[in-house]
């Protein structure tokens, strides 16, 4: 019995550093920026991104959940023609809000 749960803890290591979250072609070319990058630019809306921060009671590392949070906000941003997002606040529980804007033209 102790094999079994040997290899569900290492199968569960290893999912909670796993990225499911992959960046689109045109939300790769968004930047993440702060908010004084932002002052002259169009604000085009707002997201909210959620991504899995446990898997089974395991917590994926912060930076893997917030890594994969700000693709999912690139990808929504580049969706809506924005160029630039700008983070709300920190992430919490696998969630993080961010701002879209268009800036440079």
């Not at 796993?18 to 689109?24: F, K, M």
């Not at 990808?75 to 809506?80: C, G, Q, R, S, V």
Request: aromatic letters at 6%.
């Amino acid at each position: 019995m102790n094999i079994v749960r040997c290899a569900f803890l290492i199968a569960a290591c290893g999912l909670a550093a796993c990225t499911w979250v992959e960046p689109t072609k045109e939300g790769g070319e968004v930047l993440l920026v702060k908010a004084f990058n932002v002052e002259s630019c169009k604000k085009l809306g707002s997201t909210t991104s959620y991504v899995k921060h446990k898997v089974g009671f395991i917590t994926r590392g912060e930076e893997k959940v917030n890594e994969e949070l700000v693709t999912l906000a690139r990808n929504k941003a580049a969706e809506m023609g924005g160029n630039s997002i700008v983070a709300q606040g920190p992430a919490k529980e696998g969630r993080m809000s961010f701002d879209i804007y268009k800036c440079g033209e």
